[in-house]
């Protein structure tokens, strides 16, 4: 069974501190898919990053940057330099890589992790 | 223009009441999927259509039906729900499997009064 663990429930930061986001999975299969994604008071789920389980490198867009390591099971996620904006809650998630015919997988989601960024 | 809209964003219904939440994705996508998000809880997936048939119905009350008349649009049917069942009800969208990301729409906040 899958299951995707985000051990800190709500973080408050101060503008422009660095701040990192936990995220450690657990899956049989070898080949997957990690997923970020963010939530806004809004409600909709916005896309930030997916990465497949054979890719580790390391990635950077923007103030965003992103450590997987398949060793430790973990994929997390990282902001430098906060902004006010960035206050939302933050989902990883896993998938696994192949389903039923046609697609339609099961995208198992963490609890979620409050970033309060404030002035 | 998220590609995966949802109507109506806001719902308040009775215990006795019947109503349908809309989803539709123009992103041409063939696999379709109802999330529920609870206060303080992971989201969880309800139902997966893939192709426009239920591919898994992740043991969820009779009191959800939900409808796939073609791949561009989901419905979810709800009738005498209980106030447990207030929730974000989440719209999402994927091409194939999980390798090509999944579209999520801005959800119906449903409150059962």
């Known amino acids: 069974a899958q299951k995707v663990t985000q051990a800190q429930t709500e973080i408050s930061v101060v503008e422009k501190e660095d701040v990192t986001l936990d995220c450690v999975y657990e899956?049989?299969?070898?080949?997957?898919?990690l997923f970020w994604y963010k939530q806004p008071p809004s409600g909709e789920l916005v896309f930030l990053i997916r990465?497949?389980?054979?890719?580790?490198q390391n990635e950077i867009s923007g103030r965003y940057s992103w450590n997987f390591q398949k060793s430790t099971s973990s994929f997390n996620f990282t902001i430098t330099a906060s902004q006010v904006v960035d206050s939302a809650v933050y989902f990883c998630a896993l998938s696994e890589a192949e389903g039923v015919t046609g697609g339609g997988n099961k995208l198992t989601f963490g609890t979620g992790t409050q970033l309060k960024v404030e002035l | 223009e998220t590609g995966v809209t949802q109507t109506p964003r806001h719902l308040v219904m009775g215990m006795t009441n019947k109503k349908s939440l809309k989803c539709e994705q123009h992103l041409g996508h063939n696999a379709m999927y109802w999330y529920k998000q609870s206060a303080k809880k992971p989201l969880e997936l309800m139902f997966v259509y893939s192709l426009e048939e239920r591919v898994e119905n992740n043991s969820v009350p009779s009191r959800f039906s939900p409808e796939c008349p073609n791949s561009s649009h989901l419905f979810l049917h709800l009738h005498t729900l209980q106030p447990e069942d207030s929730a974000l009800y989440l719209c999402?969208?994927?091409?194939?499997?999980?390798?090509?990301?999944?579209?999520f729409g801005s959800g119906t906040r449903l409150t059962v009064v």
């Open positions: 990465r497949n389980s054979f890719d580790e």
């Open positions: 999402a969208s994927s091409q194939g499997a999980g390798k090509y990301g999944y579209t």
């Open positions: 899956t049989r299969d070898t080949t997957y898919y």
